[in-house]
């Protein structure tokens, strides 16, 4: 019986199977809970006890944003290494989204019960994404040293300058 290969843990462009998986997961998570803010809006509000917001669409809208990352996140996950900018796109939001939440808690606008969906919507796809994009940029520097060492081996031929023949 032979060795189990290594393409198993790459997909078919070469990056981390696993990066595909959770970028799949996350294109999955963001359109069901976009969904789910765009039919119920008002339904987190009443979980949390917060009171209801004046003009839901807002929040629908909201929605409707963390679905379209949902779709990034699907065809990113196509080539993770090659989509990184959508990625990064999403991770910043994640990081960004936690932090306002801090100040709103601290400003005493949201009870600390709505931070559970900075948990799910944030905090779980730091490190996944972390690491997709640390895999991503080892990649293209790998690519680019390969070129340059490509460049650099045609170059110093046609750079030299030509020998003398000999006498």
């Not at 046609?158 to 023949?165: E, G, K, L, M, S």
Request: proline share 8%; hydrophobic share 45%.
């Amino acid at each position: 019986m032979s060795a189990p290969s290594h393409r198993a843990k790459e997909n078919r462009t070469g990056a981390p199977r696993w990066a595909s998986l959770w970028l799949r997961a996350a294109g999955v998570y963001n359109l069901v809970w976009g969904a789910l803010v765009i039919i119920f809006p008002h339904a987190l509000f009443d979980l949390t006890g917060i009171e209801r917001m004046r003009y839901p669409e807002i929040w629908q809208c909201v929605g409707m944003i963390v679905g379209v990352y949902g779709v990034g996140y699907w065809i990113a996950a196509s080539d993770p290494r090659r989509h990184w900018p959508i990625v990064l796109v999403g991770f910043l939001g994640k990081i960004f989204g936690p932090i306002g939440f801090v100040g709103a808690l601290v400003n005493g606008v949201f009870p600390p019960a709505f931070g559970l969906t900075i948990l799910t919507n944030d905090l779980i796809w730091w490190i996944p994404f972390g690491l997709i994009l640390h895999d991503a940029a080892r990649n293209a520097q790998c690519v680019a040293s390969e070129r340059e060492k490509e460049r650099g081996g045609s170059q110093a031929t046609a750079a030299r300058p030509p020998q003398p023949a000999p006498e």
